[in-house]
């Protein structure tokens, strides 16, 4: 499928996504979400695919819902469509890995968008942000959820509460785990890539396994989550890959997985 408002370039077993409105810093339209949406679907039934890279320019990883789309929107409209749900949580459901490169700015949707991914690789120049105050409503996909539970309630409710006048840099999000690792603005691509390559070499089911058990921590206790994992690390058993690896370790030579 031909897209507008994305570009898609598959590299090896990694299925890079571009956001492209760049004249509006990404500003994610209904239009470029359903195409993001489709995107992703597609990728994750996709047997060629391993692993997903999400970013947007040097300048705007995104700078949130459209604005000029929701001015017009009133309650019934938003409400009825159940504007947010149907095209934006396509990210959060993927099972295979999928990884946000952020540069620039990752404000409102775009903060909460890099977050519905599995980690986030920043740019030095990275700003996150939650600026929905500025604009009389608030966070609307999952900001006031994900975020505290990623960098606490002090930060969370800061960055919330004061909008604009709180965007956190790149060195602070490292620092409170809102990202797993800076690097150069230049090299972000690169190191992304490369990163999403070493997981793409890997067991899809086994990648999968390992994704949906993490993801459980945030929605279940401790005993439960512990519970879970021991389910799916004995459905592991089950593949063939864990043959290959196990195999592939004791002869000394690299696994050949077949994901399956
Ligand atoms: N929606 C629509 N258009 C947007 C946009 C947005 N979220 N963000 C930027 N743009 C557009 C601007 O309107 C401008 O378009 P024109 O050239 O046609 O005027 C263009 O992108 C460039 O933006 P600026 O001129 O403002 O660029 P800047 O460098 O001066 O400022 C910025 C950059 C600080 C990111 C600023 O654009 C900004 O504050 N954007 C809005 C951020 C925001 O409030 N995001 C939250 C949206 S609500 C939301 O996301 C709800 C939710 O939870 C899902």
Redesign the pocket.
Known sequence: MKFKYILTEQKDRVLLITLNRP???N??SPQLMAELSQAVVDADLDEKISCLVLTGSK??FA????????KGKSYMDVYKADF?TSE?EAVSRCRKPVIAAVSG?A????C?LAMMCDFIIAAENAKFG???I??G?I???G?TQRLPRFIGKSKAMEMVLLG?DRFMDACEAERCGLVSRVVATDDLMADVIETANKISRLSTPSLMMAKESVKRAFEVNLAEGVRFERRLFHSSFATEDKEEGMAAFIEKRSPNFKNK
Do not use: F, H, T
């Not at 949130?64 to 789309?69: C, L, Q, S, V």
């Not at 404000?107 to 775009?110: A, C, R, V, W």
């Open positions: 004249k509006a810093l500003a994610l300048k705007a700078a949130g819902a459209d604005i000029r789309d929701m947010i934006w700015y404000l409102g949707g775009g909460e939650q600026p929905e500025n604009l409503v966070p609307g996909a900001g604009q």
